[in-house]
């Protein structure tokens, strides 16, 4: 199934249009993909090749996305698509974030919320790869699951734009946000997204919806106490009452470094008490 009802992009001259999704805000030349690989230019407006492509299926314990405040001791009925807005190296979804090769399983907005009626869960996650590059399936999917009596989570890396971020949280009962690290040239240069479009994505959910952050302890990219310190103050200048995630990266994709010693991330998990009020620290 195709749709050119993709929203976010704006006509340029020569049939060349531009994204306004996330932070890239890819120029595309007609036949062309975006950084995304996931939204395209054709012959001057933009159409979604995978829409409604699902790579993902799963029943899932709440705390698994990871949410502790939110509905705790449920499960949620979890889906993911295929792509993403950002490249980092250690990603451990890339086998859908960064595909080889795709398999074509299309499941529309409604049939998915009926599955997600029929398991018996209480709530529906949009997680695994990047959800708001989908934003136009996941908004109406949102909407069903709202008139079924179904809550909606949102996992995501916050890389959008603060006006596809509002509409989305919008129909958002609770998100989980990665917040990946402190340093701005590391989530530019390394990571493939703005920290500063990320924050304000924070702060827009923290008005709309029930709001946790992840951070991923990754060696080089966030493993100091000064880095977790400067994530802490953000978020408790937003709210002290943000929980946050702070997770022990593990091997993935085309990052081999060993872990950071489970001793640091106890000490980083310490260091965001002075400043926030629920942390958690995994190893």
Same mark, same amino acid.
């Given at each position: 199934?195709?749709?050119?009802?993709?929203?976010? &992009?704006?006509?340029?001259?020569?049939?060349?249009?531009?994204?306004? $999704?996330?932070?890239?805000? =890819? !120029?595309?030349?007609? @036949?062309?993909? @975006?950084?995304?690989?996931?939204?395209?230019?054709?012959?001057?407006?933009? *159409?979604?090749? &995978? #829409?409604?492509?699902?790579? /993902?299926?799963?029943?899932?314990?709440?705390?698994?996305?990871?949410?502790?405040?939110?509905?705790?001791?449920? &499960?949620? #009925?979890?889906?993911?698509? &295929?792509?993403?807005?950002?490249?980092?190296?250690?990603?451990?979804?890339?086998?859908?974030?960064?595909?080889?090769? !795709?398999?074509?399983?299309?499941?529309?907005?409604?049939?998915?919320?009926?599955?997600? *009626?029929?398991?018996? =869960?209480?709530?529906?996650?949009?997680?695994?790869?990047?959800?708001?590059?989908?934003?136009?399936?996941?908004?109406?999917?949102?909407?069903?699951?709202?008139?079924?009596?179904?809550?909606?989570?949102? *996992?995501?890396? %916050?890389?959008?734009?603060? @006006?596809?971020?509002?509409?989305? $949280?919008?129909?958002?009962?609770?998100?989980?946000?990665?917040?990946?690290?402190?340093?701005?040239?590391?989530?530019?240069?390394?990571?493939? %997204?703005? !920290?500063k479009v990320v924050q304000k994505f924070i702060q827009i959910a923290a008005e709309l919806c029930h709001l946790e952050v992840t951070?991923?302890?990754?060696?080089?990219?966030?493993?100091?106490?000064?880095?977790?310190?400067? !994530? /802490?103050?953000?978020?408790?200048?937003? /709210?002290?009452?943000?929980?946050?995630?702070?997770?022990?990266?593990?091997?993935?994709?085309?990052? /081999? +470094?060993?872990?950071?010693?489970?001793?640091?991330?106890? +000490?980083?998990?310490?260091?965001? +008490?002075?400043?926030?009020? #629920?942390?958690?620290?995994? %190893?």
């Amino acid at each position: 199934m195709e749709t050119d009802l993709a929203r976010y &992009w704006r006509s340029l001259d020569e049939q060349r249009i531009q994204c306004l $999704l996330c932070s890239h805000a =890819c !120029i595309l030349l007609n @036949g062309k993909r @975006g950084h995304c690989n996931a939204r395209e230019n054709r012959a001057g407006s933009m *159409v979604l090749p &995978w #829409y409604a492509w699902i790579s /993902s299926i799963a029943i899932d314990p709440v705390e698994k996305k990871p949410l502790r405040r939110f509905m705790p001791n449920t &499960w949620t #009925y979890s889906v993911g698509f &295929w792509h993403c807005t950002m490249d980092c190296p250690f990603c451990q979804n890339w086998e859908i974030a960064h595909p080889v090769r !795709i398999e074509k399983d299309i499941i529309g907005p409604e049939r998915l919320i009926e599955l997600a *009626v029929e398991s018996g =869960c209480p709530s529906i996650s949009f997680t695994y790869s990047e959800p708001t590059l989908h934003i136009e399936y996941v908004v109406e999917a949102m909407q069903l699951a709202h008139r079924r009596g179904l809550k909606t989570i949102l *996992v995501t890396n %916050g890389n959008a734009l603060p @006006g596809p971020a509002r509409d989305i $949280l919008l129909h958002t009962d609770a998100t989980n946000v990665d917040l990946k690290t402190a340093d701005p040239v590391i989530y530019k240069d390394s990571l493939g %997204g703005e !920290i500063k479009v990320v924050q304000k994505f924070i702060q827009i959910a923290a008005e709309l919806c029930h709001l946790e952050v992840t951070s991923l302890a990754v060696p080089g990219v966030l493993d100091s106490l000064d880095q977790i310190e400067e !994530i /802490s103050r953000f978020l408790a200048s937003v /709210s002290t009452d943000i929980p946050l995630h702070i997770t022990r990266y593990h091997p993935a994709w085309k990052f /081999s +470094k060993a872990p950071l010693p489970l001793e640091l991330v106890h +000490k980083m998990g310490e260091a965001a +008490k002075q400043h926030l009020k #629920y942390v958690y620290s995994y %190893g």
